[in-house]
């Protein structure tokens, strides 16, 4: 009689819990079918406001850096990604931390809170290089040493970038702040040398940028395919 009394009492509370989980199941996968991918890129454009970054005569890396996360963001979004950039106009990312050590440092870690907050698949970081042998030219693709993903985000992404550049570059571990201090996979794609003339020239030619930007989103997508995060087919974008 007793047991019979636990069990009448177990089922009590037991079948309210089975089907709770088991509406909690049905819900989820009727979720999972009906919301789309979260697939969020962060686009970064280095530097900014008081910030030029290196420059070359009127041209400062900030202006190149920013046309180029434009761009870099609508042909992602052709492409069905969420896009959050860092900044969308000529201005730093200070604000987001008040309090505290210098501008740089605060603009760093404003960008490196803001994908903290987003949790993107990857962050795509923008910049341009400079060097004092101005015969050094090409895109180069940097990734924080150490973390293999996004080496993987990077060997991708250059492959796709020396299929159209006449210099072919090698990826390069680098150590760098806003990189270091992300969690998802993160690259900082050097697009070209200011320092190198014909360099400069291709980095204010908006059909090579869309060049250099299709390519950043077919090593994107190289990578998500190879860590699982995308179905084989490519999306048409329609
Ligand atoms: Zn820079």
């Known amino acids: 009689m007793i047991s019979l009394y636990i069990l009448v009492i177990r089922r009590r509370v037991l079948v309210p819990i089975v089907l709770c989980l088991t ?25 900014g406001g ?20 434009h761009i870099l963001r609508e042909v992602l979004e052709a ?61 180069i693709v940097y990734y924080q040493n150490g973390e293999t993903d996004s080496h993987l985000l990077a060997e991708a992404i250059q492959e796709e970038l020396n299929a159209i550049q006449p210099v072919k570059r090698q990826v390069r571990a680098a150590d760098f702040y806003v990189l270091r201090n992300t969690n998802a996979p993160a690259v900082l794609v050097e697009l070209g040398f200011i320092s190198n003339p014909e360099d400069r020239r291709l980095m ?29 087919s490519p999306r048409d974008g329609t």
């Open 79 to 139: 492409r069905q990604y969420q896009v959050v950039m860092t900044r969308t106009d000529d201005s730093d990312v200070s604000h987001f931390v008040p309090n505290g050590a210098s501008r740089y440092r605060r603009d760093l870690k404003g960008r490196v809170r803001l994908v903290g907050r987003v949790r993107p698949i990857s962050l795509i970081s923008i910049h341009v290089n400079w060097h004092k042998d101005s015969w050094r030219r090409g895109a």
């Open 50 to 69: 008081i910030d030029g970054g290196t420059s070359s005569g009127d041209l400062l890396e900030k202006d190149v850096n920013l046309r180029m996360g």
């Open 204 to 232: 204010q030619d908006a059909a090579y940028l869309t060049k250099q930007a299709e390519a950043v989103r077919a090593g994107l997508e190289v990578f998500l395919r190879q860590i699982g995060l995308q179905d084989q």
């Open 23 to 47: 509406w909690l199941a049905v819900f989820g996968l009727v979720l999972a079918g009906l919301l789309p991918e979260r697939r969020v890129i962060v686009i970064d454009p280095g530097h």
